[in-house]
């Protein structure tokens, strides 16, 4: 038993539980133990390919056995893995297959629906047939290829379809590697379309007038009207001001004019500045983000870390894949574009983009992916005088990014949050780029990529505190995860919806109540009132008095004529009781198990390099169990005795031996304290034999004997499902698969 | 005390949430006391408390900062005290036998014991953990003492003037008793208007009758109160610092453990809890820290129910007893008492529709058809559906019912409650002082106090109540010999309320406050007192017109003193020939204000008094067995005479409170002094409770317009000004001036450098900033006791030299702090 505890909590002395066990002549049933041990990591993953199988297995065939040993095939529409109580399940089309024990399964048929649900104490076992684990493993070769495809030519396949049956675009994409592309042709009008008379017609070589508004109406009878005032302001010329307002506007234009153009292009052209510009292309003329305010920030880069100024361009669309770039809006959107199929970014993406540009800082690092800062015309007016002071917060700056970089919040951010976020406080902090949205954001997640940390920094900047805890910037392990979940709820939830008002009368509130005399003088009040009311005439009420504490019994007010005693169960009561909780305990635990070893089965399958043994036909899940007990070695055969096995001294032994092989860094737990009593069921056995109920009948729960100890084996197997869905907090629910 | 082992296992598990305290906004938070106090003060703090006595300083420094944050938000606290202990508690605790077990410990573990009992008596802990707190705090206690004693033996050669700083804690990885300090506290929260209520039971279930009536909106308390079926959040501990505070969510936390709530409330039964402290089998033989997560275990997998185990413990008689403990906390946890809004104290039961452990068993019982339990649980199962039944003998589980003005009183503050339990209970107990109480004096005062208070206190008490309880033996079990218990007389003909009935005083001044400086200038302005003060008609019955009752808190509070001074023969009443005259000991304490006594040294004065009267122990001389005195050998061997006067007023000097600002002491300590301050502090509560018991009986009767006041009303008018109330204070001025008159003896009668060495020596930088100002105001204490020890020499009520030794004492002691 101690042997258990400590294994969950530590990994260390698992082998020697297991060599002891070994070595307790029970051959080498357990003996593969010893290269297991159920940290938090392993039992993640067995409850994700539990996850994985059931996904895999919605909508296929399967067939659940039900507590009475009634069998139902039927399509696996939904089940429920949150369930404390074992694998809630949903049949569609359900069919007895199997009567089990049930005498009336003319009747059970039917009353069979469409639907069945079990509930998942009923499911005794769940059998599933026919899991196509490859449908899954092609998707994701597919977009594997997908993905090298993007850099070759775009390759269509069509072929597919012609083989019948529904397929999919992966299908269809990569079901036949070579492609074969059909001769270009160049179209050439039939006769019937010369009379259209635009052959060889382009804009260039028309000639003619065209006036479309008269063919318009030629063609259609549509009159066009045009007033140039629908569009503008109409200038009043009659206006006695008018000459005034002229001067007036004149002479603001001349202000405007007068003012620099502050080194803009675009503006000292307008102005019809004369521009030197040599030196520029179309590109940083007319298109490109004027980004020099850039290269004080890269001077000061230089200045805190060596590293080669860049020069401050636009660079090129066609060129942002190269590495030098490292605009993380960019690379975030170029990855967006290759793994939307390279369809073509829509326009509202490159707004983006440009927007996200404006603001952000090119960095001296090939791979660094960084937080845009601030616009830094700020900075600019004030590097000469204050550069040293720049230098040191140029380091601090330097430092929150890398920490922006390695933060991440362990824990997806809640719906609800990111609404609040998007609305308050990313628009609170014009510095902060428009988050980019849409296909941008369901990427798949880039290390790093601020875009996913960036609300939720903010989110614990704007919160009323961020726990020391949360801002640890790898993940936090999965044992603090919990506590960390918690603090994520905002500040209102703690009382609810009915957050406590302000209210000045408590104190009176405890004040008056509470006090004996002023309420039964109240009452007393209230009953004279009532009183009068009722006869006025009679008012022979007595006087109100204080009721003597003469009046008080020593016992407490009863309302029935029994002792506390009674209202516990007898022993006989208690213990049945007892039994009737381990059974209903063990039944979940070996559902969990049946179900857990099939997952764990197939994902042998799947996975290849996690287990060792080899793969057995999925047949009856018992013949499974115990090729589970023998060959996973996964769990720890030392586990706490569940009471009611005395017919399985072997068992006791090996549970004894492993007990004390264990390693138990507390050996106070076998403290000479231990009553000696305790011993007597079971001379032999330290501490297991010490805790079975005297003559209680063993109820066989998992088979037949030789099947006892893979039963027991995957029992506890089953319990650290449990226990594992229970302390990661692994939210299962296959209905989303579906 | 929480359920063991549970709060680190929710940490670990990471299943303790948190929010910032700023969610609590305007709301009114109730504050199990006793789990805050064990929050403040952690096993680090105050760690020499027990070695100076007296309230611990830093607890209000927390207290004012927490505060100061609530009030920052608009949270307004309710801090709830806890009451009596129940059945399971009371047994556990050792409370029946005076803590003698717990006392024989301390024996145990000194050095020379074999190891054999010590085997016993570990047996005897991990069984009980109330009583293995205790045990601690008296093994600690001992410890501290017996490594300061080597440590002065090993120092004796070099220990001249310098006093040696002890090394040894006197308290650590113990809770400390937060019920010694309830008073103190309960006065610190009147002065800052703060709601308290004491709880006539166990604190959590009052917060959660509280929570449920709306009067407060969520909990900080101990994690006992995942026990209660209708608390699904609480607050589980505060850092004040961060503003934040840790809670628990019931739901989450279940669904975590994978387990009901009934497997719950089981497993916390079987590893032990506030109302079951026992560990049962078979969790007692893991380690304490870890028996929370394994019995979680065995359920988890395999479906333990404890209940059902205990049946199987082969020893029938363990197993008929942890039978029993578990059932009664079980029933303890479904019907506790609480004081309900009404004013009343009733049991709280937990709502009807939960359908609970024992409502399913009985389902079963029924269906197995149990032979002879079948017919007991049928009629019980058809009420549980309407509500659940109330079993007949509450009081075995829980304790006797009190009136529920008893509990009133109680949740006032007005009554410590130690006299109450006696009477449930049937049991006062007497536990060893700090330090140890092994001096025949002190235990001469605890036989003495048998007659002179408890005899009379539990007379007042009974009179007005249940015919049941003036029959019911009540005994005194006192730690030393616990089977030599003395049967309290609860039935003296007439009874003592009959004899004090007609002493009334009556002024009707509304406004007037009581002090007993006022009370002595109000009997000392009447020419006759008989015709003044004995009224000739008992005024209690309902008959009695109201205006002739007692109007005036001053009323109420000066005639329990003068009925209470009469208790104490300080004054002679013949109700025949209506004569009242104070005694030889009244006349002195009448003389303090002619004697220009300084008011606030009013009660300690009466205090001293008392305890001369008693006559266990004269102010020069020594204890038996003689405690070291903290003066070197040096100092006692040079200077005699001035080491006598030192003792002398050492021993005074422990009825004077220095003003210290909240700190931690780490300073000197000395024995010997706290052995005398032992005396005084249990004639001081023997007092308190005498006085408790006069206002009780005097209130219960019907003497005092009870409907005139509201419960803020009582606690500012009355609990507040109820005299003995506040700890005794502790050693440090006595100690300071002991060294001082050391240093000054040593050093050439040099009063800076003595002041210097007390101003290093006792930190007095942080704790005590206007060192001069407390010397020359204790001086000033010490003039005042000197006048009142003639003017008891001049009655002959002590020893003529006493007083004139010490008049020399204390002109020594002014000339070294005049020099």
């Given at each position: 038993?101690?042997g258990?505890f400590?294994?969950?909590?530590?990994?260390?002395?698992?082998s020697?539980?297991?060599?002891?066990?070994?070595?307790?002549?029970?051959?080498?049933q357990?003996?593969?133990?010893?290269g297991?041990?159920?940290?938090?990591?392993?039992?993640?993953?067995?409850?994700?390919r539990?996850?994985?199988?059931?996904?895999?297995?919605?909508?296929s065939?399967?067939?659940?056995?039900v507590?009475?040993?009634?069998?139902?095939s039927?399509?696996?529409?939904a089940?429920n893995?949150?369930?404390?109580?074992?694998?809630?399940?949903v049949?569609?089309?359900?069919?007895?297959?199997?009567g089990?024990?049930?005498?009336?399964?003319?009747?059970?048929?039917?009353?069979?629906?469409?639907?069945?649900?079990?509930?998942?104490?009923d499911?005794?076992?769940?059998?599933?047939?026919?899991?196509d684990?490859?449908?899954?493993e092609?998707?994701?070769?597919?977009?594997k290829?997908?993905?090298?495809?993007?850099?070759?030519?775009?390759i269509?396949?069509?072929?597919?379809?012609a083989?019948?049956?529904?397929?999919?675009d992966?299908?269809i994409?990569?079901?036949?590697g070579e492609?074969?592309?059909?001769?270009?042709?160049?179209?050439?009008?039939?006769?019937?379309?010369?009379?259209?008379?635009?052959?060889?017609?382009?804009l260039?070589?028309s000639?003619?007038?065209?006036?479309?508004?008269s063919?318009?109406?030629?063609?259609?009878?549509?009159?066009?009207?045009?007033d140039?005032?629908?569009?503008t302001t109409?200038i009043n010329?009659?206006?006695?001001?008018?000459?005034?307002?002229?001067?007036?506007?004149?002479?603001?234009?001349?202000?405007?004019?007068?003012?620099g153009?502050?080194?803009?292009?675009?503006?000292?052209?307008?102005r019809?500045?004369?521009?030197?510009?040599?030196?520029?292309d179309?590109e940083?003329?007319?298109?490109?983000?004027?980004?020099r305010?850039?290269?004080?920030?890269?001077?000061?880069?230089?200045?805190?870390?060596?590293s080669?100024?860049?020069?401050?361009?636009?660079?090129?669309?066609?060129?942002?894949?190269?590495?030098?770039?490292v605009?993380p809006?960019i690379?975030?959107?170029?990855?967006?574009k290759?793994?939307a199929?390279?369809?073509?970014?829509?326009?509202?993406?490159s707004?983006?983009?440009?927007?996200?540009h404006r603001?952000?800082?090119?960095?001296?690092?090939?791979?660094?992916?960084?937080?845009?800062?601030?616009?830094?015309?700020?900075?600019?007016?004030?590097?000469?005088?204050?550069?040293?002071?720049?230098?040191?917060?140029?380091?601090q700056?330097?430092?929150?990014?890398?920490?922006?970089?390695?933060?991440?919040?362990?824990?997806?951010?809640?719906?609800?949050?990111?609404?609040i976020?998007?609305?308050?406080?990313?628009?609170?902090?014009?510095?902060?780029?428009?988050?980019p949205?849409?296909?941008?954001?369901?990427?798949?997640?880039?290390?790093?990529t601020p875009?996913?940390?960036?609300p939720?920094?903010?989110?614990?900047l704007?919160?009323?505190?961020?726990?020391?805890?949360?801002?640890?910037?790898?993940?936090?392990?999965?044992?603090?995860?919990?506590?960390?979940s918690?603090?994520r709820?905002?500040?209102?939830s703690?009382?609810?919806?009915?957050?406590?008002?302000?209210?000045?009368?408590?104190k009176?509130?405890?004040?008056r109540?509470?006090?004996?005399?002023i309420?039964?003088?109240?009452?007393?009040?209230e009953?004279?009132?009532?009183?009068?009311q009722?006869?006025?005439?009679?008012?022979?009420?007595?006087?109100?008095?204080?009721e003597?504490?003469?009046?008080?019994?020593?016992?407490?007010?009863?309302?029935?004529?029994?002792?506390?005693?009674?209202?516990?169960p007898?022993e006989?009561?208690?213990?049945?009781r007892?039994?009737?909780?381990?059974q209903?305990?063990?039944?979940?635990?070996?559902?969990?198990?049946?179900?857990?070893?099939?997952a764990?089965?197939q994902?042998?399958?799947?996975?290849?390099?996690?287990?060792?043994?080899?793969?057995?036909?999925?047949g009856?899940?018992?013949?499974?169990?115990?090729?589970?007990a023998?060959?996973?070695?996964?769990?720890?055969?030392?586990?706490?005795?569940?009471?009611?096995?005395p017919?399985?001294?072997?068992?006791?032994?090996?549970?004894?031996?492993?007990?004390e092989?264990?390693?138990?860094?507390?050996?106070?737990?076998?403290?000479?304290?231990m009553?000696?009593?305790y011993?007597?069921?079971a001379p032999?056995?330290?501490?297991?034999?010490?805790?079975?109920?005297?003559?209680m009948?063993?109820?066989?729960m998992a088979?037949?004997?030789?099947?006892l100890?893979?039963g027991?084996?995957?029992?506890?197997?089953?319990?650290?499902h449990?226990?594992?869905?229970?302390?990661?907090?692994?939210?299962r629910?296959?209905?989303?698969?579906? | 005390?929480?359920?063991?082992s549970?709060e680190s296992?929710l940490?670990?598990?990471?299943?303790?949430?948190?929010?910032?305290?700023e969610?609590?906004?305007n709301?009114?938070?109730?504050v199990?006391?006793?789990?805050?106090v064990?929050?403040?003060?952690t096993?680090?703090?105050e760690?020499?408390?027990?070695?100076i006595?007296?309230?611990?300083?830093s607890?209000?420094?927390?207290?004012e900062?927490?505060?100061?944050?609530?009030?920052?938000y608009?949270?307004?606290?309710?801090?709830?005290?806890?009451?009596?202990?129940?059945?399971?508690?009371?047994?556990?605790?050792?409370y029946l036998?005076?803590?003698?077990a717990?006392?024989a410990?301390?024996?145990?573990s000194?050095?020379?014991?074999?190891?054999?009992?010590?085997?016993?008596t570990?047996m005897?802990?991990?069984?009980s953990?109330?009583?293995a707190?205790?045990e601690?705090?008296?093994?600690?206690r001992?410890?501290?003492?017996?490594?300061?004693?080597?440590?002065?033996?090993?120092?004796q050669?070099?220990?001249?003037?310098?006093?040696?700083q002890?090394?040894?804690p006197?308290?650590?990885?113990?809770?400390i008793?937060?019920?010694?300090?309830?008073?103190?506290?309960?006065a610190?929260?009147i002065d800052?208007?703060?709601?308290?209520?004491?709880?006539?039971?166990?604190?959590w279930?009052?917060?959660?009758?509280?929570m449920?009536?709306?009067?407060?909106d969520?909990?900080?308390?101990?994690t006992?109160?995942l026990?209660?079926?209708?608390?699904?959040?609480?607050?589980l501990?505060?850092?004040?610092p961060?503003?934040?505070?840790?809670?628990?969510?019931?739901?989450r936390?279940?669904?975590e453990f994978?387990?009901?709530?009934?497997?719950?409330?089981?497993?916390?039964?079987?590893?032990?809890?506030?109302?079951?402290?026992v560990?049962l089998?078979?969790?007692q033989?893991?380690?304490?820290s870890?028996?929370?997560?394994?019995?979680?275990?065995?359920?988890?997998?395999?479906?333990?129910?404890?209940?059902?185990?205990?049946?199987?413990?082969p020893?029938?008689?363990?197993?008929?007893?942890?039978?029993?403990?578990y059932?009664?906390?079980?029933?303890?946890?479904?019907?506790?008492?609480v004081?309900?809004?009404?004013?009343?104290?009733?049991l709280?039961v937990?709502a009807?529709?939960?359908?609970?452990?024992l409502?399913?068993?009985?389902?079963?019982?029924?269906?197995?058809?149990?032979?002879?339990?079948?017919?007991?649980?049928?009629?019980s199962?058809?009420?549980?559906l309407?509500r659940?039944?109330?079993?007949?003998?509450?009081?075995?589980?829980?304790?006797?019912q009190?009136?529920s003005?008893?509990?009133?009183?109680?949740s006032?503050g007005?009554?410590?409650?130690?006299l109450f339990?006696?009477?449930?209970?049937?049991?006062?107990?007497?536990?060893p002082?700090l330090v140890?109480?092994?001096t025949?004096?002190?235990?001469?005062?605890?036989?003495?106090?048998v007659?002179?208070?408890?005899?009379?206190?539990?007379n007042l008490?009974?009179?007005?109540?249940?015919r049941?309880?003036?029959i019911?033996?009540?005994k005194?079990?006192?730690w030393?010999?616990?089977?030599?218990?003395?049967v309290?007389?609860?039935?003296?003909?007439?009874?003592?309320?009959?004899?004090?009935?007609?002493?009334?005083?009556?002024?009707?001044?509304?406004?007037?406050q009581?002090?007993?400086?006022?009370?002595i200038?109000l009997i000392?302005?009447?020419?006759d007192?008989?015709n003044?003060f004995?009224?000739?008609?008992?005024?209690?019955?309902?008959?009695?017109?109201?205006?002739k009752?007692?109007?005036?808190?001053?009323?109420?509070?000066?005639?329990?003193?003068?009925r209470?001074?009469?208790?104490?023969?300080?004054?002679?009443?013949?109700?025949?020939?209506?004569?009242l005259?104070?005694?030889?000991?009244g006349?002195v304490?009448?003389?303090?204000?002619?004697?220009?006594?300084?008011?606030k040294f009013?009660?300690?004065i009466?205090?001293?008094?008392?305890?001369?009267?008693?006559?266990?122990l004269?102010?020069?001389q020594?204890?038996v067995?003689s405690?070291?005195?903290a003066?070197s050998?040096a100092t006692l061997?040079?200077?005699?005479?001035?080491?006598?006067?030192?003792?002398?007023?050492?021993?005074?000097?422990t009825?004077?409170?220095?003003?210290?600002?909240?700190s931690?002491?780490?300073g000197?300590?000395?024995?010997?002094?706290?052995?005398f301050?032992?005396?005084?502090?249990?004639?001081?509560?023997?007092?308190?409770?005498?006085?408790?018991?006069?206002?009780?009986?005097s209130?219960?009767?019907?003497?005092?317009d009870?409907?005139?006041?509201?419960?803020?009303?009582?606690q500012?008018k009355?609990v507040?000004?109820m005299?003995?109330?506040?700890?005794t204070?502790n050693?440090?001025?006595?100690?300071?001036?002991?060294f001082?008159?050391q240093?000054?003896?040593?050093?050439?009668?040099?009063?800076?450098?003595?002041?210097?060495?007390?101003?290093?020596?006792f930190s007095t930088?942080?704790?005590?900033?206007?060192?001069e100002?407390?010397?020359?105001?204790?001086?000033?204490?010490?003039?005042h006791?000197s006048?009142v020890?003639?003017?008891?020499?001049?009655?002959?009520?002590?020893?003529?030299?006493?007083?004139l030794?010490f008049?020399?004492?204390?002109?020594?002691?002014?000339?070294?702090f005049?020099?």
């Amino acid at each position: 038993m101690k042997g258990n505890f400590n294994s969950r909590r530590k990994d260390h002395g698992n082998s020697a539980n297991g060599s002891s066990t070994g070595g307790s002549g029970n051959n080498n049933q357990f003996a593969g133990s010893s290269g297991f041990h159920e940290s938090a990591e392993t039992t993640r993953n067995f409850n994700d390919r539990l996850d994985y199988l059931l996904a895999k297995s919605i909508g296929s065939e399967v067939v659940a056995t039900v507590t009475s040993a009634v069998k139902y095939s039927g399509v696996l529409v939904a089940c429920n893995l949150e369930s404390n109580n074992g694998l809630d399940i949903v049949l569609k089309y359900p069919q007895i297959v199997d009567g089990g024990f049930a005498d009336n399964i003319e009747e059970l048929s039917e009353q069979l629906g469409d639907t069945l649900l079990i509930n998942g104490a009923d499911v005794g076992e769940l059998e599933l047939k026919g899991i196509d684990f490859a449908a899954g493993e092609k998707s994701e070769q597919a977009k594997k290829q997908e993905i090298e495809e993007q850099t070759k030519k775009p390759i269509e396949s069509q072929e597919g379809k012609a083989n019948g049956g529904f397929k999919t675009d992966v299908d269809i994409s990569r079901g036949k590697g070579e492609v074969r592309e059909r001769e270009l042709q160049k179209w050439t009008p039939d006769a019937a379309d010369e009379s259209l008379e635009i052959h060889n017609q382009t804009l260039e070589e028309s000639s003619g007038t065209w006036d479309q508004f008269s063919v318009n109406e030629k063609k259609f009878g549509v009159k066009s009207t045009f007033d140039e005032h629908l569009y503008t302001t109409k200038i009043n010329k009659k206006d006695p001001d008018y000459e005034k307002r002229l001067k007036e506007a004149e002479r603001i234009a001349k202000e405007i004019e007068s003012q620099g153009s502050a080194g803009n292009i675009h503006i000292a052209e307008d102005r019809g500045h004369i521009v030197d510009d040599s030196g520029l292309d179309e590109e940083d003329l007319y298109s490109g983000v004027d980004r020099r305010g850039n290269e004080l920030l890269a001077a000061l880069k230089t200045n805190a870390k060596p590293s080669p100024a860049k020069p401050s361009k636009y660079v090129a669309p066609t060129l942002r894949d190269q590495p030098h770039n490292v605009d993380p809006a960019i690379i975030s959107s170029i990855t967006a574009k290759s793994h939307a199929n390279k369809q073509a970014p829509t326009a509202t993406v490159s707004v983006k983009e440009v927007s996200v540009h404006r603001s952000a800082t090119p960095s001296s690092k090939v791979t660094h992916v960084e937080m845009p800062t601030k616009p830094s015309t700020k900075t600019s007016q004030r590097t000469d005088v204050a550069s040293k002071k720049h230098v040191s917060k140029e380091a601090q700056i330097e430092e929150l990014k890398k920490f922006s970089q390695k933060f991440k919040v362990p824990y997806d951010v809640p719906e609800d949050l990111k609404g609040i976020l998007k609305n308050s406080s990313l628009k609170s902090d014009p510095s902060l780029p428009p988050k980019p949205s849409g296909n941008t954001g369901s990427k798949p997640s880039l290390p790093g990529t601020p875009v996913g940390a960036k609300p939720d920094l903010r989110k614990n900047l704007s919160g009323a505190k961020l726990p020391s805890q949360s801002q640890t910037p790898t993940h936090s392990p999965s044992l603090g995860r919990a506590s960390v979940s918690s603090k994520r709820r905002s500040t209102i939830s703690f009382f609810g919806s009915k957050a406590p008002q302000p209210d000045e009368k408590k104190k009176q509130s405890f004040s008056r109540n509470f006090n004996m005399f002023i309420k039964a003088k109240q009452a007393y009040d209230e009953k004279a009132k009532n009183l009068q009311q009722q006869d006025s005439e009679n008012k022979s009420m007595e006087p109100f008095f204080i009721e003597k504490p003469y009046f008080t019994a020593p016992t407490w007010i009863s309302t029935v004529d029994q002792s506390y005693k009674s209202l516990f169960p007898d022993e006989r009561s208690a213990i049945q009781r007892a039994q009737i909780n381990l059974q209903h305990r063990q039944m979940n635990s070996i559902n969990a198990a049946a179900t857990a070893a099939a997952a764990n089965q197939q994902m042998g399958v799947v996975v290849g390099n996690m287990v060792r043994f080899p793969m057995g036909p999925g047949g009856s899940p018992n013949p499974m169990m115990n090729g589970m007990a023998g060959n996973m070695g996964m769990y720890m055969p030392l586990q706490p005795q569940p009471m009611f096995y005395p017919s399985m001294p072997h068992m006791m032994s090996m549970m004894g031996g492993g007990e004390e092989g264990g390693g138990s860094p507390s050996p106070q737990a076998l403290s000479p304290h231990m009553p000696p009593a305790y011993l007597n069921n079971a001379p032999g056995s330290p501490a297991m034999g010490a805790y079975g109920y005297p003559g209680m009948p063993f109820q066989p729960m998992a088979g037949g004997g030789a099947n006892l100890g893979g039963g027991n084996a995957n029992y506890r197997h089953g319990y650290h499902h449990h226990g594992g869905q229970g302390s990661h907090g692994h939210r299962r629910n296959n209905h989303d698969n579906h | 005390m929480a359920i063991k082992s549970l709060e680190s296992y929710l940490f670990e598990r990471g299943l303790v949430g948190s929010y910032p305290i700023e969610a609590l906004k305007n709301a009114a938070l109730g504050v199990d006391v006793n789990h805050y106090v064990s929050r403040l003060l952690t096993s680090k703090r105050e760690q020499y408390l027990d070695a100076i006595g007296g309230f611990p300083t830093s607890l209000k420094m927390y207290l004012e900062s927490d505060l100061k944050i609530f009030k920052e938000y608009n949270i307004t606290p309710v801090f709830v005290f806890n009451g009596s202990m129940v059945s399971n508690q009371l047994e556990n605790s050792d409370y029946l036998n005076g803590y003698a077990a717990e006392a024989a410990a301390v024996a145990m573990s000194s050095p020379g014991s074999k190891a054999s009992t010590s085997s016993s008596t570990a047996m005897y802990s991990a069984n009980s953990a109330v009583s293995a707190n205790k045990e601690a705090i008296f093994i600690q206690r001992h410890r501290g003492w017996t490594q300061w004693n080597n440590l002065r033996s090993s120092n004796q050669t070099s220990y001249i003037d310098q006093p040696i700083q002890p090394q040894e804690p006197f308290r650590y990885n113990t809770m400390i008793e937060s019920k010694r300090f309830y008073s103190d506290l309960i006065a610190y929260f009147i002065d800052n208007d703060i709601i308290y209520q004491v709880a006539p039971y166990t604190s959590w279930s009052q917060l959660s009758y509280l929570m449920n009536s709306g009067y407060i909106d969520a909990i900080y308390g101990p994690t006992d109160c995942l026990m209660l079926s209708d608390v699904d959040k609480f607050i589980l501990g505060m850092e004040f610092p961060n503003k934040e505070f840790r809670f628990i969510d019931k739901t989450r936390i279940l669904r975590e453990f994978n387990c009901s709530h009934e497997e719950f409330v089981d497993i916390a039964m079987a590893v032990g809890n506030d109302l079951q402290p026992v560990t049962l089998p078979p969790l007692q033989i893991y380690p304490a820290s870890q028996v929370f997560e394994i019995a979680l275990e065995m359920v988890v997998t395999t479906g333990t129910n404890f209940y059902a185990y205990q049946f199987s413990n082969p020893i029938k008689t363990e197993s008929v007893e942890f039978v029993d403990k578990y059932q009664k906390g079980v029933s303890a946890l479904r019907y506790m008492p609480v004081l309900k809004d009404s004013g009343k104290v009733e049991l709280y039961v937990e709502a009807e529709n939960i359908r609970d452990y024992l409502e399913t068993d009985q389902g079963d019982g029924e269906s197995h058809a149990t032979s002879d339990k079948g017919m007991a649980s049928k009629p019980s199962k058809a009420a549980s559906l309407t509500r659940k039944p109330v079993p007949s003998d509450v009081h075995a589980f829980i304790a006797q019912q009190l009136p529920s003005e008893y509990y009133f009183y109680k949740s006032l503050g007005l009554v410590s409650g130690k006299l109450f339990d006696a009477i449930t209970t049937g049991v006062y107990p007497e536990e060893p002082p700090l330090v140890g109480g092994s001096t025949n004096s002190y235990r001469n005062l605890v036989k003495k106090s048998v007659d002179l208070f408890k005899n009379k206190e539990i007379n007042l008490l009974t009179q007005p109540i249940n015919r049941y309880y003036q029959i019911k033996p009540i005994k005194q079990v006192n730690w030393f010999a616990p089977e030599d218990a003395t049967v309290l007389v609860n039935r003296v003909m007439p009874s003592i309320f009959d004899k004090l009935n007609r002493l009334i005083v009556k002024t009707d001044d509304i406004e007037r406050q009581f002090s007993m400086k006022s009370f002595i200038t109000l009997i000392n302005n009447s020419d006759d007192l008989g015709n003044d003060f004995i009224s000739d008609n008992v005024i209690f019955p309902n008959s009695v017109p109201a205006e002739k009752k007692l109007l005036a808190p001053f009323d109420l509070l000066s005639t329990s003193f003068l009925r209470f001074l009469y208790q104490l023969d300080f004054f002679d009443l013949d109700l025949e020939k209506k004569i009242l005259k104070p005694t030889e000991w009244g006349s002195v304490f009448l003389k303090l204000n002619e004697m220009s006594v300084d008011p606030k040294f009013h009660e300690s004065i009466l205090i001293l008094l008392v305890f001369l009267k008693l006559d266990v122990l004269s102010l020069s001389q020594d204890t038996v067995p003689s405690a070291q005195s903290a003066l070197s050998q040096a100092t006692l061997r040079s200077y005699p005479q001035e080491s006598l006067y030192v003792l002398l007023l050492t021993r005074l000097l422990t009825l004077y409170q220095i003003e210290q600002k909240p700190s931690n002491y780490h300073g000197p300590v000395d024995k010997k002094t706290l052995i005398f301050r032992d005396h005084l502090h249990y004639v001081k509560a023997n007092m308190n409770e005498m006085y408790e018991a006069v206002i009780v009986s005097s209130l219960t009767s019907g003497e005092f317009d009870r409907v005139s006041l509201e419960g803020e009303a009582w606690q500012k008018k009355i609990v507040r000004n109820m005299p003995f109330k506040l700890t005794t204070p502790n050693t440090v001025m006595a100690m300071m001036w002991q060294f001082f008159l050391q240093k000054y003896l040593h050093n050439g009668n040099a009063k800076a450098d003595a002041l210097t060495l007390i101003a290093t020596e006792f930190s007095t930088y942080k704790s005590t900033p206007n060192l001069e100002q407390q010397f020359s105001s204790s001086h000033e204490f010490l003039q005042h006791c000197s006048r009142v020890l003639t003017a008891l020499a001049s009655h002959n009520l002590i020893k003529n030299d006493d007083a004139l030794l010490f008049e020399k004492a204390v002109k020594f002691s002014g000339e070294a702090f005049a020099s």
